[in-house]
């Protein structure tokens, strides 16, 4: 299958389409994304790997945190193969010497050789936010410009609100891009700050300006419209040759620009080689790593990188995929690194079961696809779920088609007996100790142990741990790394169906769980004990990682 359409190719991005990417500014004002100078070294290192061009590491002088990044960066800490870095910080203020302006000085002292300064563009914000003449405020521009520059360093310039001001008083705006160009700005980057910019308008913006300008011309949208990256796009159409964005479009509100799927987008769909192929395989890993060192998750619906991005539930589309995958794909999944993912619930057909059994390594026939179809959709009117719980889905299959006897089960639960101190009743997280008893039978023998934990849960698994001693090793690796818990029946009160998921780890593969019952401590042990069996048994499976 061709991912790229029949459009004429863009010019070369050897000419001077860049991608710079703003997540260790932009990006850290999303909500709860928090970054110490070791996280930032390390979202750089891998944001350098994907082949961006530019790498805004922060505000030097603003707060502490980003004067330390660019000064370990400085000194050697950060050896960027493929972007180049670049301190952002304002023009100077109003009524001082570009010369003795502090955060100037800060930015000079980052010792980068890119330089992204912001000012205001919208009339409106020059008389009501700083208070000084609109002569000021293009004279604050031109001068920091032109002392950056004949210090020698390559300035970029953000025209904060472009897009409103221009809405509202394009004169004004048209003033202030000009006079940034004209005092040696390299690009002159139109920011949509607001996120409110729309398609219609964009494209025609932009074109006129990149007749007008001499200097490149960028793009910075955020998302508040819900048209971030389309708006690039149509930009970079209208002739834009630098846009910055964000890893999975993180930023303040609504986001900013996803870079990644600018990036996907533009090379897959619109032809143009921004980064080799194998660096565009990274995108899904890269995605996932930068979401969890700024404490975020990966959006399962995020284009390209996300965990659904290619998942297919319907029956029609399996029974389709299985005769050409690309009828129900709109890229092939291996070349942003991710995977075509096919998802059994009472919603599928044997065709997605067949599918799904292919997938996990096991041979079945049509009989066997019908029983474990009739036993999912059993299940479901039950409460039970299988879509993100692949791993039980796996279990329940080889159960189903006997190819897991209940004689091969590494282990069976007999009973079990848990207090609370406190009566505290959060399961991964009481705040008093919670204590477990646990009978199971291995290799016909009986086993007891017992536990204690910040919840039942974690006490449950110390016992459980603690009645097998050791038969399995590959335990020891294994962790919970999420607990989910949700109310299926909330009519019904305290006697609800609860529906626990458990996310299970060795620090290299991951896998789901999933636990039906009215007492949520049991569904939580349903869900464990998937997880149990799932890690020690995968390792004789064809294709799992240890087999």
């Known amino acids: 299958m061709t991912s790229a359409t029949a459009h004429s190719p863009l010019p070369d991005p050897a000419a001077g389409l860049d991608l710079y990417d703003t997540t260790l500014r932009d990006g850290t004002q999303r909500e709860g994304v928090s970054l110490s100078v070791d996280d930032k070294l390390r979202v750089a290192r891998r944001m350098d790997e994907l082949g961006v061009a530019y790498i805004e590491g922060g505000w030097p002088g603003a707060n502490p945190k980003d004067t330390a990044f660019f000064a370990r960066a400085a000194d050697g800490e950060l050896a960027l193969e493929h972007a180049t870095l670049v301190a952002f910080g304002m023009t100077r203020g109003a009524g001082r010497a570009a010369e003795a302006d502090p955060l100037l000085q800060a930015l000079v002292d980052a010792r980068t050789d890119v330089i992204c300064l912001v000012g205001k563009s919208w009339g409106y914000h020059v008389d009501e936010a700083l208070g000084v003449p609109r002569a000021e405020n293009l004279a604050m521009v031109a001068d920091s410009i032109r002392h950056l520059s004949a210090l020698g360093k390559r300035v970029f310039f953000d025209a904060e609100h472009f897009f409103d001001g221009f809405a509202r008083d394009g004169a004004y705006a048209r003033e202030v891009v000009t006079a940034a160009a004209e005092a040696g700005a390299e690009c002159v980057v139109l ?62 509100r609504c986001g900013n620009a996803n870079l990644f799927t600018i990036l996907a987008d533009l090379q897959l769909k619109r032809g143009l080689q921004l980064v080799p192929a194998d660096r565009l395989e990274r995108l899904t890993e890269i995605s996932h790593t930068v979401a969890e060192l700024c404490n975020q998750t990966t959006p399962s619906i995020a284009p390209y990188v996300g965990h659904t991005a290619f998942s297919h539930k319907a029956g029609l589309h399996a029974s389709a995929l299985a005769k050409a995958p690309d009828m129900y794909q709109h890229v092939e999944p291996e070349e942003v690194g991710n995977r075509q993912r096919l998802v059994v619930s009472e919603l599928a057909g044997r065709s997605n079961v067949l599918l799904k059994a292919k997938e996990l390594g096991v041979d079945i026939d049509d009989e066997q696809a019908r029983a474990v179809l009739a036993e999912v959709k059993r299940r479901e009117a039950a409460g039970w779920t299988y879509e993100a719980a692949d791993a039980s889905f796996d279990l329940l299959l080889r159960r189903v088609t006997g190819l897991l006897p209940a004689a091969a089960e590494p282990f069976r639960s007999q009973h079990y007996r848990v207090s609370v101190a406190g009566g505290s009743a959060d399961l991964t997280g009481a705040d008093g100790p919670a204590e477990a008893i646990l009978a199971v039978e291995v290799h016909g023998q009986r086993r007891l142990g017992a536990g204690e934990g910040n919840g039942p849960v974690d006490a449950l698994d110390h016992a459980f741990r603690n009645a097998v001693n050791g038969t399995w090793p590959q335990l020891d690796r294994i962790h919970l790394s999420d607990y989910k818990v949700r109310v299926l029946e909330a009519s019904a009160g305290t006697d609800a169906v609860t529906r626990v998921l458990v996310t299970s780890t060795d620090g290299v593969d991951v896998w789901d769980t999933v636990g039906v019952h009215p007492n949520v401590v049991e569904a939580s042990w349903l869900a464990l004990s998937d997880a149990y069996t799932h890690a020690i048994l995968r390792v004789d499976w064809p294709g799992s990682a240890d087999g």
Not at 237 to 246: C, D, I, L, N, S
């Open 191 to 252: 920011c949509d700050t607001n996120g409110g910019a729309m398609p219609w308008d964009v494209a025609e913006i932009v074109g006129g300006l990149v007749r007008d300008l001499p200097s490149q011309v960028g793009l910075h949208f955020h998302d508040d419209g819900g048209c971030a990256v389309a708006n690039s796009l149509l930009g970079i159409e209208a002739g834009a040759t630098h846009v910055q964005g964000t890893a999975n479009g993180l930023g303040e």
